[in-house]
C-alpha cells in the first residue's frame, strides 16, 4: 500500500507591485509551476511584498507596513482559494501579519481545494520581532486532517524548540511544514538544523521554505539567506543524508519531491532507530 503524495517547496525571492493583479499575475505563475504536485509550501513573511503597494514611504516604515500587508488579506486569502480549486492543490500561503488585536500575529494560512483550511501563528518569537517589530505569539498547535496527511505547521524560530515538534508528532502529523524567513546563513542553519532534528527524532517529513534575496525597500525583509528543501529522518526507511530534495543555496525556485506516507508508519514501527517510540524515555531522565 502506498500513500504517494508530491511536495514542492518555495524559495521565494520577494518582488515590488505597483497593483495587486501584478502579485495576482506572480502568485498565478509560481501555482502553475507547482501544479504537478499535491501541496506547495510558501515561506515565513513572504506575503511582505504586498508593502509594496502602499508605496514606497509605507513599504519603507517598519509599523506602516505590517498594516499595508494586513489590509490585502481578504484579497489574497481568495487569490489562493481560487488557485488551490483551479489545480486541485493544497497550499501553505506564506505568512503575514494578522490584525485581531493592537499588535499582529505571524500567521501561515492553509487552503485546499474546497477552500481555506485554517490557519497557524507563529508561537514563539525572535528579538527582532519582540523588540524591534512588536509581532506578537500566539501561542496554540494546530493538526490540520487533509487528503495529502496530517499535517503542522511550525513557523521558522518554532522549528528550533523539539517539544513543540513533538506535541504535533503525539497528535499524529507525518508531514511538518516551516516556512522560513531569515537574513544570514547562521540564520538558515539554524532552521535548517532544527527542521531535520525535528524530521529525526519524530520521524516524519520536514518540508522548509525560505525567503531568498534582497529586498531594499522594507528594513524586515532586506536581506534573505537560504535554500528549500524536504528531509525526512535517517533511520533506515528514508535517504542516509536524511534529505529528499534541496535547492541551491540562495537559488529562487521550487524543490519538488515524492514521498510515500506509509513510510513515515513504517519509520515509527520498524525503523533501525525509533527515536518517536522511545522519547518517553528521555522525559524519563534527570540530571544526577
Given amino acids: 500500500m502506498t500513500r504517494e503524495i508530491k511536495i514542492a517547496a518555495a524559495a521565494y525571492k520577494f518582488d515590488w507591485f505597483d497593483d495587486f493583479d501584478a502579485y ?4 498565478t505563475r509560481w501555482v502553475e509551476k507547482a501544479a504537478d504536485c499535491d501541496l506547495l509550501v510558501f515561506p515565513e513573511y513572504g506575503a511582505m511584498e504586498l508593502a509594496s503597494l502602499g508605496g514606497k514611504q509605507v513599504a519603507g516604515d517598519l509599523e506602516a507596513s505590517l498594516h499595508e500587508v494586513a489590509r490585502h488579506a481578504e484579497a489574497r486569502d481568495a487569490l489562493h482559494a481560487e488557485l488551490a480549486a483551479a489545480h486541485g492543490i493544497h497550499i501553505l500561503a506564506a505568512s503575514a501579519p494578522h490584525f485581531d488585536a493592537a499588535r499582529p500575529v505571524n500567521r501561515a494560512v492553509l487552503f485546499g481545494p474546497e477552500g481555506r483550511i485554517g490557519h497557524q501563528d507563529k508561537q514563539i518569537m525572535t528579538r527582532f520581532e519582540r523588540e524591534e517589530w512588536f509581532v506578537q505569539a ?12 496530517k ?8 522549528s528550533e524548540f ?23 546563513v547562521a540564520g538558515f542553519n539554524r532552521v535548517r538544523i532544527g527542521s531535520m532534528a525535528r524530521a529525526l527524532e519524530s520521524q516524519c517529513i520536514v518540508v522548509q521554505s525560505p525567503t531568498v534575496g534582497l529586498c531594499d525597500w522594507n528594513p524586515a ?8 528543501a524536504i528531509y525526512a529522518p ?5 535517504p542516509e543524508s536524511g534529505i ?3 535547492g541551491e543555496m540562495d537559488q529562487c525556485g521550487w524543490v519538488k519531491a515524492k514521498v510515500d506516507l506509509e513510510k ?15 522519547w518517553p524515555e528521555s522525559a524519563a531522565s534527570a540530571v544526577i
Fill in 138 to 149: 500566539a501561542p496554540g498547535l494546530r493538526v490540520f486532517d487533509t487528503p495529502v496527511g
Fill in 234 to 238: 535517517s533511520d533506515g526507511v528514508w
Fill in 151 to 158: 499535517l503542522g505547521v511550525l513557523i521558522c524560530y518554532d
Fill in 221 to 228: 525583509i532586506d536581506e534573505n539567506r537560504g535554500r528549500a
Fill in 244 to 246: 529528499l530534495a534541496e
Fill in 264 to 278: 513515515v508508519r513504517e519509520s515509527r514501527e520498524d525503523g533501525r532507530v525509533l527515536p518517536f517510540a522511545h
Fill in 24 to 27: 495576482r499575475a506572480k502568485l
Fill in 162 to 184: 523539539p517539544l513543540l515538534g513533538r506535541q504535533l508528532a503525539e497528535a499524529g502529523v507525518e508531514i511538518i511544514l516551516v516556512p522560513s524567513c531569515t537574513d544570514t
